[in-house]
């Protein structure tokens, strides 16, 4: 409470006496029965040592501030596949064989099972070369180097957000136009066009999706309705964030955003904000808009905030590394599996599936380890959270159904642009790069098969597609192929997916996620109720603890590492299909050529660039 003292709450408080640790303080936020939020500090001590549960050893010597205890199976498990990794590296490597996450001991409600098949052990040739490893480790260093002194800029500080900036320097620039213009309406809504994350901003032409508190929001003088009808209301819905179990200390919303397409004088236009809507109750939710920031823009900017903190969630565990990793890994090991080195589409995948399973096998070892998940302590979901957002969302997955042109139909995109958004980067773009891929496997499909029957008459083909789509429970993969057509789209959307579509969702991190205030991955308090504003004091406290920050800041810096290879690199097709090798170049440096000439008028127009698809 912002006065001492202030005691006009009477109720009772529940504790869980697990979410305590011996011997440490912790803060926490208790719902009063009676109404309210009690903000308290306990400090357990325990005199005698917790008994040790029956049934499996605990392994209790594991003491990491933010993990339960580990159990022994669990260690066992991570062991035994090192020591086949190591044995497979020194002897005849491993075959590529799919396996099935097994259940967390700690969760074993959560079917894990389910997910996309993994290569485990990882092979040899999978590993990362010597100079990828190096490069990793020079990025490590590079991080580490540029802390130093971190002390001395965090006691210089002299704006309430300069904290957030302290981790810039050395080798991590800051992105000062973006930390200039983050908290503009303006800017939260471009980032959905030509940011971190632009596979959830829908056309919204059915009301019933609006929620009836924001039917009476009005955008340059016209209704939420008025706008509908005239194809300028645009909707965001945070439903894959609807299920996910909470973390003691955490908190977040499922929002729903609505932003309208604003006028501007001279044919222009851009992407305004309308409303939020954080809650999803029964009865009455609140509404954050424009004009909330006029009397309470604390809470205004708060609630921005949590959007974003759930746009962070769903974009990491979802799309980042959901769909454009783990979903993508049973076509690799199909393809080693059936398809021999000399076959045409095993020759045309190869350069594009470098280092899938390598990043991987360390994503499932670092990021959503079994022991040390990395992602834990930083994400508002915590680890399992993010990992029950994505096994409910897979089960609905279909892999044809999001290839790019079709998932951006879904939401209302098109290539001419009959939704009427302007400077929407990654569809524009986007549909430039799909056309060239599939315009190059169209070559070299009409190479390899001259007819439809030699296509079903290639077994191997039959086998990879079978793999895929059964044992590698990657959902709405052909079972079989046997048509040149389909065939062609395939490989568009597999080559898409591995390529394009994740340099789209992952290269921007850096730009969007080090400077925290901007995309936080968790915040600590929920939205306060009453009618007063925030204090500022409040806000701030509600943002990730400065060993958080770093992390997110690292995390941020090490997987925006430029690709090694840029896919004008890529010479699949040069030696066996040399025509189609030059068109497809030929059409990929156009094309960069197109959009190196975009950026640069837009930085003369003091305009962001957007990069992230460029081919070189």
């Not at 400090?43 to 049934?55: I, N």
């Not at 959560?110 to 490069?135: N, S």
């Not at 945070?238 to 973390?247: I, R």
């Not at 029957?453 to 959902?475: K, N, S, T, W, Y």
Request: proline fraction near 7%.
């Amino acid at each position: 409470r912002d006065t001492v003292g202030q005691d006009d709450i009477m109720g009772t408080a529940n504790v869980n006496m697990d979410e305590l640790t011996s011997g440490k303080e912790k803060k926490m936020a208790l719902d009063v029965q009676g109404g309210g939020t009690l903000n308290v500090r306990l400090y357990l001590k325990m005199h005698d040592q917790p008994k040790e549960p029956e049934g499996e050893k605990l392994i209790t010597s594991l003491a990491i501030p933010f993990l339960a205890p580990v159990a022994q199976s669990e260690l066992d498990a991570i062991r035994n596949e090192f020591t086949n990794l190591i044995m497979s590296f020194l002897g005849k490597g491993q075959k590529y064989e799919l396996s099935y996450m097994t259940r967390l001991r700690t969760h074993p409600d959560v079917p894990l099972e389910e997910f996309p098949a993994a290569c485990v052990p990882m092979p040899t040739g999978e590993m990362f070369t010597p100079y990828k490893a190096g490069r990793l480790m020079q990025r490590l260093m590079e991080f580490i180097a540029s802390q130093a002194q971190i002390m001395v800029r965090l006691a210089q500080v002299k704006g309430i957000w300069d904290p957030w900036k302290a981790n810039f320097s050395g080798y991590l620039p800051a992105n000062e136009k973006l930390i200039e213009v983050w908290q503009d309406d303006h800017e939260f809504c471009r980032q959905y066009l030509q940011g971190i994350n632009p596979m959830l901003v829908t056309l919204c032409k059915d009301q019933g999706r609006i929620p009836a508190e924001m039917l009476g929001l009005k955008g340059q003088g016209k209704t939420t309705l008025q706008l509908m009808e005239e194809n300028r209301l645009f909707i965001v819905d945070y439903a894959p964030m609807l299920g996910v179990p909470a973390t003691p200390g955490k908190f977040f919303y499922s929002p729903i955003v609505l932003m309208y397409k604003e006028e501007l004088s001279g044919g222009k236009s851009r992407l305004n904000m309308l409303g939020i809507q954080l809650t999803r109750e029964k009865g009455i939710n609140e509404v954050y808009s424009p004009e909330t920031a006029r009397t309470h823009p604390n809470k205004y900017m708060f609630a921005k905030m949590h959007v974003v903190s759930a746009d962070n969630n769903v974009h990491q565990f979802l799309y980042h590394l959901g769909y454009t990793h783990l979903g993508m890994e049973p076509l690799v090991v199909a393809m080693h599996t059936h398809l021999p080195p000399d076959h045409p589409i095993h020759r045309l995948l190869l350069p594009h599936f470098k280092d899938t399973i390598g990043i991987n096998y360390l994503a499932r070892h670092s990021l959503v380890s079994r022991i040390f998940p990395i992602t834990d302590p930083m994400f508002a979901t915590s680890t399992v959270g993010g990992l029950v957002m994505f096994l409910n969302e897979w089960r609905k997955y279909n892999f044809m159904d999001m290839s790019f042109p079709e998932e951006l139909k879904r939401r209302g995109f098109d290539e001419a642009g009959s939704d009427g958004l302007k400077n929407y980067f990654y569809r524009d773009d986007g549909f430039k790069l799909w056309n060239t891929y599939k315009t190059y496997v169209t070559g070299m499909v009409n190479k390899a098969y001259a007819t439809d029957a030699a296509v079903a008459a290639d077994q191997a083909l039959q086998r990879f597609c079978h793999m895929i789509e059964g044992p590698g429970q990657l959902h709405g993969f052909p079972k079989g192929i046997r048509t040149k057509q389909l065939l062609i789209d395939c490989l568009t959307n597999i080559i898409f997916n591995v390529s394009a579509q994740h340099s789209a969702i992952n290269f921007p991190q850096y730009d969007y996620y080090s400077f925290i205030p901007n995309r936080p991955a968790q915040l600590s308090i929920p939205m306060p109720d009453g009618p007063n504003d925030m204090t500022e004091s409040a806000v701030l406290e509600a943002l990730p603890p400065p060993q958080f920050t770093a992390l997110q800041v690292l995390l941020s810096y090490m997987l925006s590492m430029p690709s090694q290879t840029a896919i004008t690199g890529v010479e699949a097709m040069k030696e066996v299909y040399p025509e189609v090798h030059q068109q497809f170049n030929k059409q990929l440096l156009d094309l960069s050529k197109d959009i190196k000439a975009r950026n640069e008028k837009l930085k003369t127009e003091g305009k962001v660039s957007y990069t992230y698809l460029d081919p070189e």
